[in-house]
């Protein structure tokens, strides 16, 4: 069993970065594909990025402006975010999984384990 636990998130200014860090805990985190998925107010949660053992795959709306990555000695996933935008306001979450393969990254169905969720809000 995996607890994964998420922080870094708070209030930035358009065009301003955060660190989210997810710190996990139990399990072989390291060997898991590991997510980064977020919720905004009145709408579902959408895949924002993964790093299934260094294939890295970002939603469309982050690219070139998100970094995901990861520290195995440290169990611990990063979501570095810049050029923040008043849209990517949502709750972040982390998550990690051990049955994804490369056509399911993006579906949150197929993550096992989940944070508890970070606030991020980009102010305009």
């Known amino acids: 069993q995996v607890q994964l636990v998420e922080s870094g998130g708070g209030l930035v200014q358009t065009g301003g970065s955060l660190r989210l860090s997810c710190a996990a805990s139990?399990?072989?985190?390291?060997?898991?594909?590991q997510g980064w998925f977020r919720q905004a107010p009145g709408k579902e949660r959408e895949f924002v990025a993964a790093n299934k053992r260094g294939d890295i795959h970002y939603a469309d709306s982050v690219k070139g402006r998100f970094t995901i990555s990861r520290d195995n000695a440290k169990n611990t996933m990063y979501l570095q975010m810049n050029s923040l935008k008043p849209e990517d306001t949502a709750v972040y979450y982390c998550?990690?999984?051990?049955?994804?393969?490369?056509?399911?990254?993006?579906?949150?169905?197929?993550?096992?384990?989940w944070g508890q969720g970070t606030q991020v809000t980009v102010s305009s």
């Open positions: 139990g399990g072989r985190f390291s060997s898991y594909v």
């Open positions: 998550a990690a999984g051990s049955r994804i393969i490369t056509s399911t990254v993006r579906v949150e169905q197929f993550y096992d384990y």
